[in-house]
């Protein structure tokens, strides 16, 4: 997850936050509380008082008796929650500026991600090994493969194809794009839960770049030779552009029907077009 996206999160976080706290607010008695200190016979006691703002009139301080204790917790506890409420703008405030300065643009994305760089890179990784990896960022997508997510419940007993990577898959399609994932250390999810549109999808691959660890779907559509999975392919492919996912950019797609099934060299094209992987025995020498 990139920093202005974990700033996203957090900006819904104090907002959601927020709003409880208002509504706690809501619920607590009218005026400010405020205190003294005071010492008898060489020990401290204090004195309590709420001061009520009044329409055009200095705001009153009353002495809060014994008695009343219980509004006078009632307004520290106001007080507290205005402290925190002022914490939250304060941080919202900034998270904000960040955000305004912040540029999409990723200029180093985008140069690494350029054809001419591309090759180079290639040349340099071509047993696989990851290029270049910023540490944190290795260290991110670690985590990223080892945490728990939510898998496609449907069809459970479907998943019966072993792969290199322990993991049980649908289709010995599947398995073979599992086996090159994993021979070039490609960190992935199968069929990780994805909401978009209002839509739940469960896409067979979600896939961390392993230089910038940007997300990538990939989608193996494996039964183009019938009609119904056609249409069905197509409306989820609709869906997939309507919210920012658009093939050849961060969606991969393979196809096979009965009579064309998947080529392991096409998985291998896919892997040096978007992750610039290219092994010794494919390497150009000039």
């Given at each position: 997850m990139t920093l202005d996206q974990l700033i996203t999160r957090e900006q819904h976080r104090l907002l959601n936050e927020k709003t409880r706290l208002e509504n706690l607010l809501a619920e607590l008695p009218d005026g400010t509380l405020s205190f003294g200190r005071n010492i008898s016979k060489g020990k401290p006691y204090y004195k309590w008082y709420i001061s009520e703002n009044r329409e055009g009139r200095r705001a009153q301080k009353l002495y809060l008796r014994r008695e009343q204790r219980a509004l006078a917790r009632k307004l520290a506890r106001k007080?507290?929650?205005?402290?925190r409420l002022r914490d939250i703008d304060h941080e919202l405030n900034a998270l904000s500026a960040y955000l305004s300065?912040?540029?999409?643009?990723?200029?180093?994305?985008?140069?690494?991600?350029a054809p001419g760089i591309r090759e180079l890179i290639s040349e340099e990784d071509y047993q696989g090994e990851k290029f270049g990896t910023p540490p944190e960022m290795e260290e991110?997508?670690?985590q990223w493969v080892n945490e728990d997510y939510e898998t496609n419940p449907a069809f459970p007993e479907q998943k019966n194809v072993p792969t290199d990577a322990g993991i049980m898959v649908r289709s010995k399609s599947e398995a073979i794009i599992v086996m090159f994932l994993t021979m070039f250390?490609?960190?992935?999810r199968y069929e990780c839960k994805l909401v978009v549109g209002g839509h739940t999808f469960y896409p067979d691959f979600t896939i961390r770049h392993p230089i910038t660890?940007?997300?990538f779907y990939w989608e193996h559509v494996g039964r183009l030779d019938l009609s119904d999975y056609r249409m069905?392919?197509?409306?989820?492919?609709?869906?997939?552009?309507?919210?920012?996912?658009?093939?050849?950019a961060?969606?991969?797609?393979?196809?096979e029907s009965e009579s064309h099934p998947l080529d392991s060299s096409i998985v291998m094209d896919k892997l040096k077009e978007f992750f610039f992987i290219k092994?010794?025995?494919?390497?150009?020498?000039?």
């Open positions: 007080s507290l929650l205005l402290a300065k912040h540029s999409t643009a990723n200029f180093w994305n985008k140069l690494v991600r991110m997508l670690r250390h490609i960190p992935f660890g940007e997300i069905d392919y197509l409306s989820k492919l609709r869906i997939y552009m309507n919210n920012d996912i658009f093939p050849d961060n969606l991969i797609l393979t196809y092994p010794k025995e494919l390497r150009n020498d000039y």
